[in-house]
C-alpha cells in the first residue's frame, strides 16, 4: 500500500524567510502528487497538484514543489514566506497501488508557524 | 459554482448509536471521497463512489459504509459507534477518479 511521510511535523520561520517541505511517497509507478492547504479555521484547499510533464509545477499564492521520481519526493518550495502562510500542509498521493481508483493516501501534516 | 457541502457540521452522538453523513458535491462531479481526520491517525480514506458505485475502500472496519445516488450526492453511515470513531469526516468530490479533489468543511463527530 502507498505511504507518505512528510519529515517535519512542526515548523517555524520568520517573515521573508524561504521555505521547503519534505514529501516522499513510498510507491512507484505512475502517481499524481498534490499539496494541499489548510488555513485555521478553513477547510483543505488545493495548493498545486503534478500528473505529468514538467517536474516543476506552480501554484497559488506563490508556491511551485518539484517532483523528482528517482527520489520518489514532492518538496513544496516557496522563496519567501508572509505571516498568512501560517497553516497545515499536507502531501498527498492518487495512485502507484495496482490501478483502479484510489482514494488519496496522506501525510501526516506539517504545521507551519510564520512569525512577523 | 457552490462548493462541496457537508451535513449535519457538527454531531454529538453514544456509544452504540447509528449515524448518518450527508455530503452533496459540487455540480457535475460524479466521485465522491469520503476521509476520516483525526490528530493521530491524521487524514484516512475510507471509500470512494463514482456514479453509484463503490470504487475503491480503505482499511476500515464494515462498520463504515457508505452509497451515492443518481444525483452524486453521498452518504456515509458508522453503525455501533465506538469513542475512537470521533472524528472530522471529510467529503471530496472530483470530475473523474483520480483526479483533483475538492474539500468540503467536514462534520465534527463526538462519540459519547
Known amino acids: 500500500a502507498q505511504s507518505v511521510s512528510q519529515h517535519n511535523h512542526h515548523v517555524i520561520l520568520s517573515e521573508a524567510a524561504s521555505l521547503e517541505l519534505g514529501c516522499n511517497y513510498s510507491?512507484?509507478?505512475?502517481?499524481?502528487l498534490f499539496w494541499y492547504v489548510q488555513y485555521p479555521g478553513q477547510h483543505l484547499q488545493l495548493l498545486l497538484k503534478y500528473f505529468s510533464g514538467d517536474p516543476l509545477v506552480k501554484g497559488i499564492k506563490g508556491f511551485e514543489a518539484e517532483f523528482i521520481k528517482s527520489k520518489f519526493s514532492f518538496n513544496l518550495r516557496k522563496p519567501s514566506v508572509q505571516w498568512s502562510d501560517t497553516a497545515e500542509y499536507f502531501c498527498?498521493?492518487?495512485?502507484?497501488?495496482?490501478?483502479?481508483?484510489?482514494?488519496?493516501?496522506f501525510g501526516k501534516g506539517t504545521h507551519l508557524i510564520i512569525q512577523p | 459554482k457552490a462548493g462541496v457541502t457537508q451535513t449535519p457540521r457538527y454531531l454529538i452522538k453514544t456509544r452504540g448509536q447509528q449515524v448518518t453523513l450527508s455530503c452533496s458535491p459540487i455540480?457535475?462531479?460524479?466521485?465522491v471521497s469520503w476521509y476520516q481526520q483525526t490528530p493521530g491517525q491524521g487524514l484516512q480514506f475510507l471509500f470512494e463512489?463514482?456514479?453509484?458505485?463503490?470504487?475503491n475502500k480503505g482499511n476500515f472496519p464494515g462498520r463504515f459504509s457508505g452509497r451515492q445516488f443518481s444525483n452524486s450526492r453521498s452518504e456515509m453511515n458508522v453503525s455501533t459507534l465506538e469513542l475512537g470513531d470521533s472524528a472530522l469526516y471529510l467529503c471530496a468530490s472530483s470530475l473523474g477518479t483520480s483526479g483533483e479533489q475538492f474539500f468540503g468543511p467536514g462534520t465534527r463527530l463526538t462519540v459519547l
Open positions: 463512489y463514482f456514479s453509484e458505485t463503490q470504487r
Open positions: 510507491y512507484g509507478g505512475t502517481v499524481n
Open positions: 455540480s457535475g462531479h460524479r466521485s
Open positions: 498527498a498521493v492518487n495512485g502507484g497501488s495496482g490501478g483502479g481508483a484510489d482514494g488519496l493516501t
